[in-house]
């Protein structure tokens, strides 16, 4: 029996903006083979495909690019948990993810639009060496003046790995227009997900792009797990005053604008907390 194959839009409450995913909500049967045959006909950035669990609000969940496996997928993850909550009612769910455990909880308001809220893995920071910087803004096309000095370019992770790279200009971040191939060999090669380019407009609001060409996509529309990351980033640099809560801004650029809010906890080891809505797409 073919699996029922849902595509919901996440991180906007309306079908023209958003991060669009695949959603498998029962996989069950379904091996590696099945599941990335799926991803790459569905298409989009990612799909994710639920294996409900013994006890109710237990889920494995994995997530397949077009191209391949990846660990973790935060607008995957807003979305399935928004279409559960349609169809079983809202609540805590607990995803069991290659990444490790993520809770996710789920929310309808008074006009019926569910939200979703996902607590990340503990995010970690390193260094960048100097020669993958120097290649990965080779690909980008940008220069190291164009960078922010507030924003130093670090690794980030919160369930996958994403280079962090703020740029002075919002402009600059406007005009986005770099080296497929360049930047997917870099990537590949280091195991990184997507690039987390971003500008700070003030205190608590940021703009971002996410290029992802090792799962065969230019660019998502919006990266919940590249929030993640860049909300434990922040912490562990300093660069915000936890508790805070952080809105950032994606998919404008492609004309899917995208809205994702982004909690970041005081406790140091503290998974982060990133929400948002997410409405169904016709077939």
């Known amino acids: 029996m073919s699996p029922e194959i849902l595509r919901w839009s996440a991180f906007t409450t309306v079908p023209e903006g958003g991060n669009p995913a695949g959603v498998v909500l029962d996989a069950r049967g ?6 990335q045959r799926i991803a790459a006909d569905v298409g989009y950035s990612e799909t994710a495909f639920l294996q409900p669990g013994i006890e109710p609000g237990d889920v494995t969940v ?14 995957a993850t807003i979305a399935s948990a928004v279409a559960h909550a349609r169809r079983h009612g809202p ?12 809770q996710v909880q789920t929310e309808a308001g008074a006009d019926g639009t569910v939200t979703a809220t996902l607590v990340s893995v503990p995010p970690r920071t390193v260094e960048i060496a100097a020669d993958d910087l120097d ?7 940008w220069s190291r003046p164009a960078l922010d000095p507030g924003l130093p370019p670090r690794v980030a992770f919160a369930g996958a790995w994403h280079p962090v790279v703020g740029v002075a ?7 986005l227009d770099y080296d497929f ?5 870099l990537m590949g090669a280091r195991g990184w997900t997507t690039v987390a380019l971003v500008h700070r407009s003030d205190d608590r609001t940021f703009h971002a792009r996410n290029p992802f060409p090792p799962g ?10 590249a929030a993640a990351a860049f909300g434990g980033y922040l912490r562990e640099l300093g660069l915000v005053t936890p508790p805070v809560t952080l809105t950032v801004h994606q998919g404008d650029d492609m004309r899917r604008p995208s809205l994702l809010t982004v909690d970041v906890p005081a406790g140091p080891e503290s998974g982060i907390a990133v929400s948002g809505a997410a409405v169904p797409l016709a077939d």
């Open 169 to 175: 200009s919002r402009a600059r971040l406007a005009t």
């Open 216 to 225: 065969g996509v230019v660019e998502d529309p919006a990266t919940g797990a």
């Open 181 to 185: 191939d360049r930047l997917a060999a």
């Open 62 to 75: 994995r997530y397949f690019s077009p191209l391949a496996e990846v660990p973790f997928c935060g607008h």
């Open 30 to 35: 379904l091996d590696d083979v099945e599941m």
């Open 91 to 102: 609540g805590l769910l607990r995803y069991a993810t290659p990444a490790g455990p993520v």
């Open 135 to 141: 290649e990965l803004l080779a690909a980008l096309r």
